[in-house]
């Protein structure tokens, strides 16, 4: 995804997005983690904290020089994802709107 204004992906997608990576990858840092889901730390930083409430993400942190943060899914993110998430993108998939068709449904 693009930081174009017209790109925008509803939150329900950034979530499966991030558990998909993080099964992908078993383990990243927050940075990785935000940078390959194509996210704004300070803007979605509440929907990681989230998904570690609700147990679909667990979280640890290693001190060192400085505090790194980690995330890895968890069984729970891994059922949500598969019994949820997937069936949802299933009957509601994700469109590639471009900039000119977004432009368009505005001025109508």
Do not use: W
């Amino acid at each position: 995804m693009s930081g174009s204004p017209a790109s925008y992906r509803d939150r329900i997608y950034i979530v499966k997005d991030i558990i998909m990576k993080l099964v992908e990858y078993g383990e990243l840092n927050q940075t990785a983690l935000v940078s390959f889901c194509g996210l704004n730390l300070k803007k979605h930083r509440s929907i990681l904290e989230e998904l570690e409430t609700n147990g679909l993400v667990s979280r640890r942190e290693m001190e060192g020089k400085r505090t790194v943060t980690f995330y890895r899914p968890t069984q729970k993110g891994l059922e949500f994802c598969r019994n949820i998430l997937d069936p949802y993108e299933r009957m509601f998939p994700r469109r590639k709107e471009d900039s000119h068709t977004s432009a368009m449904l505005i001025l109508v």
